[in-house]
């Protein structure tokens, strides 16, 4: 692989990351700050999106025009919605969906107009690397060998089962679902949507457009209702960016 990005919508879930990355070039484009170096021998350029779905378009057309980038990552945290996902668990995409596109009647209700879509999907390659990945980390912190997070310290972020990865559909929106109403509208909508979040299904489309390879991952940090996590910046301190920081080193490691 050539060079990758690796994309998170706030400074706290990169953080882990560019700790590892002390002699990076920062060059300033689009009002962000692009962070380009070598992580575990491969050219990398780390990058804080903002939120939502206009602010990931913009960044990844950066990333695409102006660095030349191979393929992208964006991390971060999302709502479960799945049965069975819960606090602690990562998803990784398959397919992303914007939930909030309507375009009805003249398109269908979620199709994107003039593409004749509504889902797209992630390389399925990269998101099986990063799938591996994933897995590996939560079976190191449950054997007790993760540098990173322990049983102990996930338990006191409220993660009180042994976490798992999950591969399939997040739907995307301009909107921070945090009611159990929201959450089983969208639940309706789309039955086999795991987590719902704020950017990525437009990267996804972007990376479409200038067909270059994507994956997703997402650390569930609530369950996109009324019980959404309490300490919600704890969490992606504590948990989402480590999830993060030993993923994306144990990818790129197995791939040197």
Not at 30 to 55: D, M, P, Q, Y
Not at 168 to 175: A, E, K, Q
Not at 240 to 245: D, F, I, L, V
Request: proline residues 2%; negative net charge.
């Amino acid at each position: 692989m050539g060079r990758l990005a690796i994309v998170s919508a706030i400074d706290q879930e990169l953080r882990g990351l560019l700790a590892s990355l002390p002699n990076a070039q920062c060059v300033r484009r689009a009002g962000r700050e692009f962070w380009v170096g070598t992580l575990c021998g491969h050219e990398v350029v780390l990058v804080r999106s903002l939120i939502g779905k206009v602010a990931a378009a913009t960044t990844a057309a950066v990333l695409l025009e102006h660095f030349q980038v191979d393929a992208i990552v964006f991390t971060g945290v999302a709502g479960g919605l799945g049965a069975g996902v819960r606090i602690g668990d990562i998803v990784v995409a398959d397919t992303l969906l914007q939930h909030d596109m309507d375009a009805s009647p003249i398109f269908a209700r979620f199709e994107v107009p003039l593409y004749g879509r509504s889902r797209f999907g992630t390389d399925a390659l990269l998101s099986r690397r990063l799938e591996i990945a994933c897995a590996r980390v939560l079976s190191s912190i449950a054997a007790g060998t993760c540098s990173e997070l322990s049983t102990v310290q996930l338990a006191g972020c409220g993660v009180a089962h042994g976490p798992r990865v999950h591969r399939g559909l997040i739907v995307s929106g301009d909107r921070f679902v945090s009611s159990a109403a929201e959450a089983q509208a969208l639940q309706s909508d789309h039955a086999d949507a795991l987590a719902v979040e704020m950017e990525g299904a437009a990267l996804a489309q972007v990376c479409h457009d200038f067909g270059v390879p994507c994956a997703v991952m997402r650390t569930v940090s609530d369950r996109a209702d009324d019980t959404a996590h309490v300490d919600f910046n704890r969490f992606i301190e504590d948990v989402a960016s480590r999830y993060t920081h030993a993923a994306v080193l144990a990818m790129l490691g197995a791939m040197a």
